[in-house]
């Protein structure tokens, strides 16, 4: 496994944070707009606040042009367009096939299929040439063990629902490996910016197919979309492709399963809800995962 810094875990654990309150903005935002408005809201909001972001960070590295492709070499411009794109497309998929998921499962097996991208991940890295080693993949069996106390309470059973779940996660997990690629050769925030208007973009076209566009819906549902577009899309996402520079992909994808647990624990300090001790054992042995998954290799 790759050494890096403290700060990529500890940045991926920030996004894992931000995306477990997120669940809770996707799912209210879905009382007043379809998957594909809000979608198509949050991601076009979330490209908009990282545009200062960008001038800014030009300003502080000290560059005299801030458009996209500046001081940057041809090959190195297509590869941040290339990269923008493909994050993008990975994310419409994903992100739309979880929005229309929640609406045909419950919320406790829609965290544990989604997550499953913790598996989906190493196998799809065998093929990639990205092995992990024993003591990764057991924290994988952990995280899998673990997830199943924490969210599967009501039995197993599969409907669309689950289906559409399942597939959200092979996308996600596309979606991770495909940062892992790029991360290296791009700067994160203008890949993310890009990534964002691809897949606000896509949105937007199913939006106009198949939902009635209801501006006045929209405006109702402005609490929700703002904390997804700004939290989940602006913050998290981008430093999910900062965090992933030079990181095992397989690590990375079970620190940021950890939005699971986030999720639980958030609803017990926020909302006053319960923990069983199922749920605690599942906390414990997500955690268990994470500490195992960073332990140093032995030379």
Known sequence: MKKVSIRNPLLLLTTAVVWGVAFVAQSVGMDYVGPFTFNFARCILGALVLIPCMFLLDKVNGKKKNNVLSEAKPETGKTLIFG???CGAA????SNLQQFGIQYTSVGKAGF????YIVLVPVLGIFLKKRAGLRVWCGVALAVAGLYLLCMTDGISVN?????????????????LIIDYFSPKVEGVRMSCIQFFVCGLLSAVGMLLTEQVDFHAMLQAWLPITYAGVMSCAVGYTLQIIGQKGMNPTVASLILSLESVVSVLAGWVLLGQSLSHREIGGCVLMFA???????????
């Open 91 to 94: 994310l419409f998929i994903a």
């Open 84 to 86: 923008g794109i493909c």
């Open 113 to 116: 299929i989604t997550a499953m």
């Open 160 to 176: 669309f629902g689950d289906v559409l779940l399942l597939l959200c996660a092979f996308a996600f997990a596309i979606h991770i």
């Open 289 to 299: 995962a994470i500490i195992l998954a960073q332990l140093p290799e032995r030379e």
